[in-house]
């Protein structure tokens, strides 16, 4: 009898970029050839070794991500892909997805990455206004931005991913909309629109830029909504909009708290109920030829719920009580008693009670304050 593979979903991480941007807190770095290239030796021996442990799995999506993917040679690319699809069973339909810089990616390297069966692209634009991407230390112009999109459709890439960015420096309402009305004039699949937020360790958290004061960045956050979703874009998460169909089905996981294997430096992992996260250091990860897995964490019930509340009302579907009951033996109600009805009474959270199954969702006022909400489901 014929069993039935597990899902499963790949993240590799790709730490290159031409230069560091100002509000980056990603692991990623300019590097040397010669650093790249051991690098990329050490993950393919990584995705190799961890074959073993997945031969029950189907691969449903992969991610290359970064750092700025599209910065490696077509060879070195091919050599990871086909590392991967050697490796692993991969669905049909497997959605491999790969993050690109404006600058870094070329039409020739765009037609190379879609003949190896790469079907889903992510453009960093952050902002369709020069000064605006100066300040933000971006290597590109929109102009740039503009010649990879076209030549990503020329390519044959229909499923494109355009990366926005509110709340940043020089930015105002007026200047967003032009970043928003650039963007929806090219028709994208779908639209990632993130608010800065200043972390630790990058240039803005030593140095503090001049930003948007909490009214314009509570204004922007509103025009984001209401023009994509004029645009025929619906909200799926958070910060997410989609054309019908073209969800990030990758990102969709990781909010379904589906199972997840990463590779490369500082990548995480989850599978059953245990995450793990790779080293974050650089020659530790080369040093030790990516064997470097250095977290473990096999999750409590209590944390498992509590990921299955705050990653699931990220999505504007939100979660089930039904999916909750069969993941836990008890409903949403029983664990956390009158933590629902309070939410529900201060218009935060909204209920739906379909057929068999009962859903708990953000409304627009929850969406405005989501840290605030899924806080009440931390025990």
């Not at 339909?93 to 790969?98: H, K, V």
């Not at 390297?109 to 003949?115: P, Q």
Request: glycine share 8%; net charge negative; charged share 25%.
């Amino acid at each position: 009898m014929k069993t039935e593979r597990r899902p499963l979903s790949l993240y590799l991480h790709i730490p290159f970029c031409v230069r560091k941007c100002l509000y980056c807190d990603f692991l990623s770095g300019p590097r040397t050839k010669e650093e790249q290239e051991r690098y990329l030796s050490c993950l393919i021996r990584e995705i190799r070794r961890e074959a073993d442990a997945c031969k029950d799995c189907l691969v449903e999506t992969v991610f290359v991500g970064g750092g700025t993917p599209s910065l490696l040679a077509p060879e070195w690319m091919e050599r990871i892909l086909l590392t991967v699809s050697g490796s692993y069973h991969l669905a049909k339909d497997c959605e491999i997805t790969i993050e690109a810089n404006p600058g870094t990616a070329p039409k020739p390297k765009l037609c190379s990455l879609f003949r190896m069966g790469v079907n889903r692209l992510s453009i960093g634009l952050q902002s369709a206004v020069d000064e605006e991407l100066a300040a933000l230390g971006r290597i590109h112009t929109f102009s740039d931005f503009l010649a990879t999109y076209e030549a990503a459709a020329e390519a044959g890439f229909t499923n494109i991913n355009v990366d926005l960015m509110s709340g940043i420096p020089l930015q105002s309402a007026e200047s967003w909309t032009k970043t928003l009305e650039r963007a929806l004039s090219l028709e994208p699949a779908h639209i990632s629109a993130y608010s800065l937020i200043i972390e630790e360790g990058t240039y803005f958290y030593e140095h503090r830029p001049s930003l948007p004061d909490e009214e314009t960045d509570r204004l922007l956050y509103r025009m984001t909504n209401e023009m994509l979703g004029a645009h025929g874009y619906h909200r799926y998460e958070i910060s997410n909009y989609a054309r019908e169909g073209f969800e990030c089905r990758h990102n969709l996981v990781y909010w379904r708290r589906g199972e997840y294997a990463g590779f490369g430096l500082g990548a995480a992992s989850l599978v059953g109920n245990t995450r793990y996260r790779n080293c974050e250091d650089f020659d530790a990860y080369i040093g030790r030829e990516g064997d470097c897995r250095q977290e473990e964490n096999v999750l409590s019930v209590p944390e498992q719920m509590e990921e299955f509340m705050f990653l699931g009302l990220r999505l504007t579907r939100g979660v089930s009580n039904l999916d909750f009951r069969k993941a836990f033996g008890r409903t949403i109600q029983e664990v956390y008693p009158g933590i629902t009805e309070g939410l529900i009474g201060q218009g935060l959270l909204c209920r739906d009670k379909g057929e068999g199954d009962e859903r708990f969702f953000l409304s627009e006022r929850g969406l405005d304050v989501s840290n605030r909400v899924m806080a009440e489901f931390l025990f």
